[in-house]
């Protein structure tokens, strides 16, 4: 797990679980500030140096765009009775 700060406060969070990246989390009063990039980034480069070259991720509608501007690609939808649908999306890294 990372953590991204702010004058001490916890602005966002990306975690890794296998290859799959769980947790990307960024605070909304800092949306617009390139947050949410750097954390994938920090991720993608943590899962190269452990030899995890594809990853996987679980996207929301809304979060779709930012994921394909980070260079994931949509692969299926999922139907979920607690979250409502899923786009699972995958990277080559």
Do not use: W
Request: hydrophobic share 40%; aromatic share 8%; net charge negative.
């Amino acid at each position: 797990m990372f953590v991204a700060e702010e004058n001490g406060k916890v602005v966002g969070t990306v975690g890794l679980e296998g290859d799959e990246v769980c947790a990307l989390y960024v605070d909304p009063d800092v949306h617009g500030r390139r947050v949410g990039e750097r954390l994938l980034q920090r991720i993608e480069d943590f899962a190269l140096s452990c030899h995890v070259h594809l990853l996987h991720l679980s996207a929301s509608l809304t979060a779709i765009g930012f994921y394909e501007k980070m260079g994931y690609r949509s692969q299926e939808k999922e139907e979920s009775e607690l979250f409502g649908p899923a786009y699972i999306m995958t990277k080559l890294l």
